[in-house]
């Protein structure tokens, strides 16, 4: 029973040992086989915000002829600069010139119109427009107001003095008939004289008649159009307000269609906006081009200023401000690094899938022969810098899920401990450490799991 008793005892005594080693030595593990480690070093913490775009020129613009046509010079080649306002390329204008110089004499022809509308009628021109309106008031009246009584007596009296001259020619000739010393030929005198009697006779009966009559609904109408005919000729002579308004505006279509005219003429030159370099041609000689070419008839882009536009969410934006510079990598020339800047920070965000985004404009500063609009572009902006402070990866770092607190595993030997610690400012690779590690600890990388036969235990807070 000795030493069973003994047994028991040996046991009680591992029991307290292994308690012991448990308060005493601090959580403790046995170190796993092969772990990454890293040392807590003092330095620089660069934090910094990386975006991709595409290099883009400060002005860029498709240009396309305002008019159909046929092309009949192109004045450019890719990659040659102009200037402002040089000509670039010509559609053939013979028809266009033609058309301008027809506006040019209808200008010219509403121009005399409106002189002569607003001077008015010479004297002698108003005075022969104002005595045909008398004349044909006098003509109207006359005719509505019947014959007059002393012309309509006259008018009898010679019908009475036409068969007076008929009675006496009837009596010649019957004499002459009954005349044994009549002639035949003077038979047939006498009988002229009858004939040509009885005509004016009845010539005056009718004129009498017609007189007594008076005028005929035709004849009114007749002088009532004359008359209306002559005012509207004198009106014409003295122009109203509404006249000299019309003649205004007649003039003032005659010079919009002249200069419209113009304007096409021009069209059919392309010259450049701005200062810059061409960078497509897409027309050539003796093509039929319309009013717009998909990509445009010639491309200029000025490529004097490069920038890049970027997307930057809500949370980071914040971190920006104008004038930050920026590092700038291209993916055609790996190795190189070129400057830049922020120019503009959008004030107003872009919503997108309920995500709100704004737009950064970053300018490069560098005037490298070599860069291209539309090259791949990533962008590292520094936000923050902070000198000599304690150092640890990011990949050492972990977080407790429920109390957001950080943690570490130091590693000590072949020991393991697991310590809260206290960050500050976090870039991409290392965070800044305030509490909980000293300058030169290991401390261990990815993930550590202990033996199932022990646990730790956490120093710290």
């Given at each position: 029973m000795r030493w069973r008793r003994g047994l028991l005892f040996g046991g009680l005594v591992l029991v307290v040992l292994i308690g012991g080693w448990w308060l005493l030595g601090g959580a403790r593990a046995q170190r796993?086989?092969?772990?990454?480690?890293?040392?807590?070093?003092?330095?620089?913490?660069?934090?910094?915000?990386?975006?991709?775009?595409?290099?883009?020129?400060?002005?860029?613009?498709?240009?396309?002829?305002?008019?159909?046509?046929?092309?009949?010079?192109?004045?450019?080649?890719?990659?040659?600069r102009v200037r402002k306002g040089q000509p670039l390329a010509r559609l053939e204008t013979a028809d266009l010139?033609?058309?301008?110089?027809?506006?040019?004499?209808?200008?010219?022809?509403?121009?005399?119109?409106?002189?002569?509308?607003?001077?008015?009628?010479?004297?002698?021109?108003?005075?022969?427009?104002?005595?045909?309106?008398?004349?044909?008031?006098?003509?109207?009246?006359?005719?509505?107001?019947?014959?007059?009584?002393?012309?309509?007596?006259?008018?009898?009296?010679?019908?009475?003095?036409?068969?007076?001259?008929?009675?006496?020619?009837?009596?010649?000739?019957?004499?002459?008939?009954?005349?044994?010393l009549s002639a035949?030929?003077?038979?047939?005198?006498?009988?002229?004289?009858?004939?040509?009697?009885?005509?004016?006779?009845?010539?005056?009966?009718?004129?009498?008649?017609?007189?007594?009559?008076?005028?005929?609904?035709?004849?009114?109408?007749?002088?009532?159009?004359?008359?209306?005919?002559?005012?509207?000729?004198?009106?014409?002579?003295?122009?109203?307000?509404?006249?000299?308004e019309r003649a205004r505006w007649q003039l003032e279509q005659a010079r919009l269609q002249l200069e419209q005219a113009r304007r096409r003429l021009e069209q059919a030159t392309l010259v450049a906006p701005f200062d810059g370099t061409v960078t497509a041609v897409n027309i050539e000689v003796g093509q039929v081009v319309g009013a717009g070419i998909p990509?445009?008839?010639?491309?200029?882009?000025?490529?004097?200023?490069?920038?890049?536009?970027?997307?930057?969410?809500?949370?980071?934006?914040?971190?920006?401000?104008?004038?930050?510079?920026?590092?700038?990598?291209?993916?055609?020339?790996?190795?190189?690094?070129?400057?830049?800047?922020?120019?503009?920070?959008?004030?107003?965000a872009a919503e997108a899938g309920g995500t709100s985004t704004y737009r950064v404009r970053v300018v490069l500063d560098d005037r490298d022969p070599a860069l291209r609009a539309g090259m791949s572009a990533s962008v590292e902006i520094e936000v923050k810098r902070r000198e000599n402070v304690l150092l640890v990866p990011n990949a050492a770092v972990r977080r407790d899920r429920e109390t957001g607190r950080a943690f570490a595993y130091r590693v000590v030997g072949d020991r393991i401990q697991e310590v809260e610690i206290r960050l500050g400012a976090q870039g991409e690779a290392e965070s800044e450490v305030l509490e909980g590690l000293q300058e030169g600890d290991q401390i261990a990388l990815g993930e550590v799991r202990p033996p199932s036969a022990f646990r730790f235990f956490r120093f710290g807070r």
């Open positions: 796993p086989a092969r772990i990454e480690t890293a040392t807590v070093r003092r330095g620089t913490l660069r934090v910094t915000l990386s975006a991709a775009g595409k290099i883009r020129p400060r002005a860029q613009a498709a240009l396309n002829f305002a008019t159909a046509g046929t092309v009949a010079e192109v004045l450019v080649r890719e990659g040659d010139e033609l058309a301008v110089r027809q506006a040019e004499v209808a200008y010219l022809t509403q121009q005399v119109i409106y002189s002569q509308t607003v001077q008015g009628p010479k004297p002698e021109e108003l005075a022969a427009a104002r005595a045909a309106v008398r004349s044909a008031q006098a003509t109207l009246q006359a005719l509505a107001a019947g014959p007059d009584p002393l012309d309509l007596e006259l008018a009898r009296l010679n019908w009475e003095i036409a068969k007076n001259a008929l009675w006496q020619a009837q009596l010649t000739r019957d004499k002459t008939a009954g005349s044994p035949p030929i003077d038979l047939e005198l006498a009988k002229a004289r009858v004939g040509q009697s009885e005509l004016q006779a009845e010539i005056a009966r009718l004129q009498y008649e017609k007189l007594k009559a008076g005028a005929r609904p035709e004849q009114l109408e007749a002088a009532r159009a004359q008359l209306a005919q002559a005012q509207a000729n004198l009106a014409r002579l003295q122009p109203d307000a509404l006249t000299l990509g445009g008839a010639i491309v200029l882009a000025d490529l004097s200023d490069l920038h890049l536009d970027l997307t930057v969410d809500e949370v980071d934006v914040v971190r920006l401000r104008e004038g930050m510079p920026v590092a700038i990598t291209l993916d055609a020339m790996p190795g190189r690094i070129f400057q830049g800047h922020i120019e503009t920070i959008a004030p107003a």
